[in-house]
T-cell receptor, first 116, second 110 residues
């Protein structure tokens, strides 16, 4: 089954304790991206990757890191989480953004992170 | 900064009504997405379009490139259509591939 898998789905942590949210897709997609969703602000892009070893900042990259060493995985790293990073996080992938028929977005189920 | 505006922000409809949700953007785009997010959080892609019109079941999406506007229509609405509908566009310029609207919260009452 084609899917995007995020882990963990729920996490409560404390300020400063490094954490990683994993994202994996099984569709051989080139494009992967991380978003955070906050009430009243909608979805905002954190980082995205057009392909292996190619990553770029989105609208709200501060406090986050990513890597794309393999095509299927795109982990989101919070080196020193702070309470303002409490949010609902989504990973998404797409075969390609540039071609109308192959740009459908597939989202993970979301990871709800609370930083105390 | 390029933005995406959706209207209305909230919409309540009676079961069976025809529903329209609007999305406007500011400059040239290469593609526009309509997404659905049900209570509980999961997001699914409904449509991706760059011109014209697409239909899937009771859902219809249209885009007018000249007017920089897209609409999502739901015919014969049902309570299971209750969700947040999100428009996202890929602008031709700028270094952020997708820009999202803030969503339209739809409630369909039986």
């Amino acid at each position: 089954e084609a899917q995007v898998t995020q882990n963990p789905r729920y996490l409560i942590t404390v300020t400063g304790k490094k954490l990683t949210v994993t994202c994996s897709q099984n569709m051989n997609h080139e494009y992967m991206s991380w978003y955070r969703q906050d009430p009243g602000l909608g979805l905002r892009q954190i980082y995205y990757s057009m392909n292996v070893e190619v990553t770029d900042k989105g609208d709200v990259p501060e406090g986050y890191k990513v890597s794309r060493k393999e095509k299927r995985n795109f982990p989101l790293i919070l080196e020193s989480p702070s309470p303002n990073q409490t949010s609902l996080y989504f990973c998404a992938s797409s075969l390609s953004l540039g071609i109308a028929n192959t740009g459908e977005l597939f989202f993970g189920e979301g990871s709800r992170l609370t930083v105390l | 900064k390029n933005e995406v505006e959706q209207s209305p922000q909230n919409l309540t409809a009676q079961e069976g009504e025809f529903i329209t949700i609007n999305c406007s953007y500011s400059v040239g785009i290469s593609a526009l997405h309509w997404l659905q997010q049900h209570p509980g959080g999961g997001i699914v892609s409904l449509f991706m379009l760059s011109s014209g019109k697409k239909k899937h079941g009771r859902l219809i999406a249209t885009i007018n490139i000249q007017e920089k506007h897209s609409s999502l229509h739901i015919t014969a609405s049902h309570p299971r259509d209750s969700a947040v509908y999100i428009c996202a566009v890929r602008y031709n310029s700028g270094n952020t591939p997708l820009v999202f609207g803030k969503g339209t919260r739809l409630s369909v009452i039986a």
